[in-house]
């Protein structure tokens, strides 16, 4: 009997031993922070920026550059982009309200704004939405109708070409489908823009006096994947900042703008993984916590400021997949 029950005595104490052991093991894996992977980043960052978009439509179903203002054209057809490209339902109430939106805006013409690159980007915004195909066509059409003899695009039709607004028209027919085969306007725009290079061999505004990586970056998209650019692309990636971002110019601090267009030019020539993926992890780490993003990009903005132009794009950004994928 004594036998026994020193026996039972001692199995508690083992039993004991061990709870105790096990509670020192979990307090400690428990306090020690846990490993977060890139994936978890990029899919938190991907989830805080939709957030951030949806949650600054307006009433009347469109978006403006910054929250609170009125809705206008171009951001409104650059967060339907960034939303489907993420995965939005194109039968949502949130897509549907920023399709009727931009329904409205469209002039007798078969503009938006008389703006090149706002009628570009709704074109794409209603290819994504699946939706409104006879005033896509009639925007295609004005596209065609305003390009100058030259070749180019300006701000509005037949305006004096512009790098940037040339670029962006040629990025809106690719993105539709068009190729440079069945589609005259784009090898002549393509052509102008080429020969618009500077002495680094790469691009800048007319006065500008410095390599711009931003309008390189556009530039570079508009020109892919028919023309050789492995030298721009060197260019780009030598721009590139130790924390993964790219300035405007050359030694000057990461924007996550341009950083997003950079991003998006290494895809559309194909370039390997691995630059991008440096960048797409800047773009987690400086993301603000309302899932936005800082710039002095778009012109209306003096100072670096959270809007809703560099939240998009970011977001189209990190789901550009080269055409090799």
Request: hydrophobic share 35%; charged share 20%.
């Amino acid at each position: 009997m004594k036998l026994r029950k020193s026996v039972y005595i001692g199995l508690c104490c083992q039993i004991l031993l061990c709870m105790f052991c096990f509670n020192i093991v979990n307090a400690q894996s428990t306090d020690r922070p846990k490993k977060i992977s890139k994936e978890s980043a990029i899919s938190r960052t991907i989830d805080n920026a939709k957030t951030y978009i949806v949650n600054n439509q307006n009433s009347d179903g469109g978006w403006p550059l910054i929250p609170g203002e009125e809705s206008d054209v171009e951001i409104t057809a650059l967060a339907i982009w960034a939303l489907t490209e993420a995965g939005w339902g194109t039968g949502s109430r949130v897509i549907r309200g920023g399709v009727r939106y931009l329904r409205n805006k469209q002039r007798e013409d078969g503009s938006w704004n008389n703006n090149t690159a706002h009628t570009a980007f709704t074109l794409i915004a209603l290819r994504n939405a699946k939706t409104d195909e006879d005033a896509r066509f009639n925007g295609l059409k004005w596209l065609m109708e305003a390009q100058n003899r030259s070749g180019s695009w300006g701000r509005k039709d037949r305006a004096p070409g512009h790098i940037l607004y040339t670029s962006a028209t040629l990025v809106g027919f690719k993105t539709l489908g068009f190729t440079q085969r069945d589609f005259e306007p784009i090898p002549t725009g393509m052509d102008w823009l080429a020969k618009q290079n500077n002495f680094d061999n790469v691009w800048n505004l007319p006065g500008g006096t410095q390599s711009d990586i931003y309008v390189t970056s556009w530039v570079v998209l508009g020109l892919s994947p028919d023309y050789d650019l492995d030298e721009q692309i060197a260019l780009l990636k030598l721009f590139r900042n130790r924390d993964g971002g790219f300035g405007r110019f050359r030694g000057k601090p990461s924007d996550p703008e341009v950083t997003a267009t950079a991003i998006m030019a290494l895809a559309a020539n194909n370039d390997p993984l691995n630059t991008r993926r440096i960048a797409i992890t800047y773009l987690t780490k400086v993301q603000e916590p309302d899932g936005s993003y800082k710039s002095a990009i778009p012109i209306e903005l003096l100072t670096p400021k959270s809007n809703l132009q560099t939240t998009c794009f970011v977001l189209i950004a990190i789901h550009t997949k080269p055409e090799s994928d």
